[in-house]
């Protein structure tokens, strides 16, 4: 849950999307998009695919991204 959620944060500041704005486009608090981002939430298929379309990426791509290796290149 923690490499989701910080993939989820990753690619969010990566499109300049504030927390709030990621929040307003699934439907959710910002508060809820907060602890999504810390891992504190299992999320469903259906909250992972409203947050990939929001951050314009496959769900695929947002639970494989290994984001410590996609830093380094």
Do not use: W
């Amino acid at each position: 849950m923690k490499k989701l959620g910080r993939n989820i944060r990753a690619i969010r500041e990566m499109r300049n999307l504030t927390q709030k704005a990621l929040a307003e486009a699934i439907g959710y608090s910002q508060r809820h998009v907060s602890r999504i981002e810390k891992g504190e939430i299992p999320l469903k298929e259906e909250c992972i695919q409203s947050i990939s379309d929001a951050l314009e990426v496959s769900s695929q791509k947002l639970i494989d991204l290994d984001y410590d290796s996609f830093l380094k290149k």
